[in-house]
């Protein structure tokens, strides 16, 4: 079973606009990890933050972490066309490498 | 370099048939992972090997799933007596081994498509 749950579970944008993705998640991490996955296509991994992190920059995008909320949320600044894509959260625990994904959100960018 | 890649890219299996699903990671990843992928859902755990070792299968979901890499880079899951409720993208990830407690990133490859009719 997954431990993740995001939220919005589908997003439809402008081009240029921002978009907002949340995931909670249910016992202590080491690590959260957000992927991207596009239409029929592998996983690629876009950043991760760690438990003693509050915040991650990494280009237009923008990770947050709330371990005492257990929560996460991604920020894509000035979305293009190209970041339509599912997106996925993923945590791991201190004594383990698996990681545990959410539901994700789908993302649709509007030229 | 070369990312993880995987064979076939589709499989269609007649309910019953044995399937085999290869998985050839990023040179020197030590870390191999399998996950199952049902549509419309994230990706869930299925087992993990360091090397040639399987550390955890927790997530196999039946005895009719078994995962071997024998000579610690090229791994197969095998998938016996295949049901339709297995029909699920399956993904494969390779990692380097984690360091002082920190893990590594998992790099994924575009995954087997599996179809029981």
């Known amino acids: 079973s997954q431990q993740g749950e995001e939220d919005p579970q589908a997003l439809s944008i402008q081009e240029g606009e921002n978009a907002t993705m949340n995931c909670s998640y249910k016992?202590?991490?080491?690590?959260l990890q957000w992927y991207r996955q596009n239409s029929g296509r592998g996983l690629v991994h876009l950043i991760l933050?760690?438990?003693?992190?509050r915040e991650k920059h990494s280009g237009r995008l923008r990770v947050t972490l709330d371990t005492s909320k257990k929560s996460s949320s991604l920020l894509i600044t000035a979305s293009r066309a190209a970041d339509t894509a599912s997106y996925f959260c993923?945590?791991?625990?201190?004594?383990?490498?698996?990681?545990?994904f959410g539901t994700g959100t789908r993302l649709q960018v509007f030229p | 370099g070369a990312g993880v890649s995987q064979s076939p890219r589709y499989k269609v299996a007649k309910r019953g048939q044995d399937v085999a699903l290869r998985c050839d990671p990023i040179?020197?990843?030590?870390?191999l992972f399998w996950y199952q992928q049902a549509l419309g859902q994230g990706p869930e755990f299925l087992t993990y090997?360091?090397?040639?070792?399987?550390?955890?299968k927790s997530g196999l979901p039946s005895d009719r799933f078994f995962a071997e890499r024998p000579e610690g880079s090229v791994s197969t899951l095998k998938i016996q007596r295949t049901q339709q409720e297995d029909s699920a993208v399956y993904l494969c990830?390779?990692?380097?081994?984690?360091?002082?407690?920190?893990?590594?990133?998992?790099?994924f490859g575009p995954g087997t498509r599996l179809l029981v009719l």
């Open positions: 990830a390779s990692s380097l081994v984690r360091h002082r407690g920190i893990q590594e990133t998992q790099y």
């Open positions: 016992t202590s991490i080491n690590n």
């Open positions: 933050i760690r438990s003693n992190e």
């Open positions: 993923a945590t791991d625990a201190w004594n383990t490498d698996k990681l545990i």
């Open positions: 040179s020197g990843h030590v870390s």
């Open positions: 090997f360091q090397n040639e070792a399987q550390l955890d």
